[in-house]
């Protein structure tokens, strides 16, 4: 699909759900999801990431979709056609260096999984209590080179099949895998719920403390919906340009978002009960699921087939994120700055392959470099799913609210007429109002300047 310039269109569908879903379920829902929500206090994070989803997030995703088929272009070449004049492109180089950092700490992340779906191969997973896998990880995280040697490996894989044009095998695997996924972590889920700490765990992750709402949730709450819709960098504007004249954008973007947050909920289903039921703080942050899940699989009949089914299903959601990742910068450097797709897509992995060491580095021998007690791997995550995609969505709501023409929006929302869209307005509404003074509000919040 996204190997040539002859823009090609997603031919069903199908097609086009499967690659949205395929870019925004990842890491983001099954490691980072839980992760931020047991740091932010279970039920408050996810009340305001589920208001942030709706309020903003649906929209900007519609927003994204419009201007990408629309323009049939990537962010630059987007934001250039539709406003000559200005500055708008500049969205487009936020978008760029979000991209890059997510690609360097996601792929530290996704080594990981490599490791832990080896370890399960070689039934080094198999042990006997909940400090045995704490020990584990922290042994492998802190290990001087083989965090290093995965992030590289991960990195190599994603290279060979961007530089190759091969997306569409992955798309087709990953419409495979996708259900997959879904269908084992609803099998998960019945697991967690008969453990002991469930009620507790679901307590936990189900009934909000709304005093817990601070700044601080808000922040993350926000940063977690954007990072986990693939929101704000133009990713899905990248996407969107190889929507048909047929795609119904609203609809699409509604499943999406739908789907995602499904993911995500499950995920918190699945590890909740478990963390309380093995005694372990959901308060970890990044270790969390990597020390928990494999004590779940362990107690599961036939344990390690579904750890490795499982990293397995995990690393090739992660590939088809990273992939539409890559693609924000590879469109620039082809599109914009007419280099060959292969000069680009080197470019693009040896930056990544350069901040992604250093952040595969920070849980060892780079630990002692910290900015505001954040070591260089929680940097890059903090600034660029909490402060870029957040800033990268305000700028794209507020162009689609205020300066797009209004017969573009709605040529493009009911696909010239031929579809009705009850919520057009609603949507305006959010692009015009409530995702821009919203998203500038909680920034505001949270430097404490209201
Ligand atoms: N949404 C992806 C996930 O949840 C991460 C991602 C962010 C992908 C930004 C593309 C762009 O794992």
């Keep these: 699909m996204l190997q040539n310039d002859n823009r090609a269109q997603f031919s069903t569908r199908l097609g086009v759900i499967a690659t949205t879903v395929g870019s925004a379920v990842g890491l983001g829902n099954i490691w980072r999801f839980p992760y931020e929500a047991g740091t932010h206090g279970g039920g408050a994070f996810l009340i305001t ?4 989803i709706f309020a903003f997030g649906i929209p900007i995703l519609c927003a994204e979709f419009m201007i990408g088929r629309g323009t049939h272009s990537n962010i630059f070449g987007a934001f250039r ?16 260096v979000a991209s890059i950092m997510i690609l360097s700490f996601y792929s530290v992340v996704a080594g990981w999984t490599l490791e832990y779906l080896y370890q399960s191969i070689t039934g080094a997973l198999n042990l006997n209590s909940q400090e045995a896998y704490h020990a584990q990880f922290q042994q492998f995280s802190t290990h001087p080179w083989r965090p290093l ?8 894989v994603n290279f060979v099949i961007v530089i190759r044009g091969v997306q569409k095998g992955i798309e087709r695997m990953s419409n495979i895998m996708m259900p997959i996924l879904f269908l084992i972590l609803i099998i998960f889920c019945v697991n967690s719920l008969l453990m002991p700490g469930a009620k507790e765990g679901l307590e936990f992750l189900f009934s909000p403390d709304f005093s817990k709402i601070d700044s601080s949730v808000m922040v993350s709450a926000m940063g977690q919906a954007f990072f986990s819709l693939s929101l704000g960098l133009g990713t899905m504007m990248t996407y969107a340009s190889y929507f048909s004249k047929e795609t119904h954008i609203v609809k699409s973007a509604t499943i999406t978002a739908c789907l995602d947050t499904t993911v995500a909920i ?68 082809t599109e914009e700055k007419k280099m060959s797709r ?42 660029s799913s909490n402060i870029l995609l957040p800033a990268g969505g305000m700028f794209i709501s507020f162009f689609a609210g205020w300066l797009l ?19 057009t307005k609603a949507i ?14 909680v920034f505001l919040s949270s430097l404490k300047l209201i």
């Design 49 to 52: 990431y589920l208001c942030f």
């Design 81 to 96: 056609q539709l406003r000559s004049s200005g500055k708008w492109h500049w969205v487009g180089y936020i978008g760029i």
């Design 149 to 156: 040697l995965w992030t590289i490996l991960f990195l190599i």
């Design 266 to 333: 499950l995920s918190g289903v699945i590890i909740f009960p478990a963390v309380f039921t093995f005694g372990v703080s959901p308060t970890q942050g990044p270790a969390l699921v990597f020390e928990v899940l494999p004590n779940i699989f362990n107690q599961l009949p036939g344990g390690s087939l579904w750890s490795i089914l499982f990293f397995f299903l995990l690393f090739i959601a992660s590939l088809s994120s990273t992939i539409s990742m890559s693609e924000v910068s590879i469109a620039y450097f």
């Design 342 to 383: 292969n000069k680009a897509t080197i470019l693009n992995t040896a930056i990544a392959l350069i901040f992604g060491t250093l952040c595969a580095l920070s849980f060892n021998c780079l630990d002692n470099i910290t900015i505001a007690g954040m070591t260089i791997f929680s940097i890059f995550d903090y600034v």
């Design 405 to 423: 023409d209004r017969s573009f929006i709605h040529n493009q929302l009911t696909n010239n007429g031929s579809v009705k869209v009850r919520v």
């Design 428 to 441: 305006i509404f959010s692009l015009k109002y409530v995702a821009p003074t919203g998203i500038i509000l």
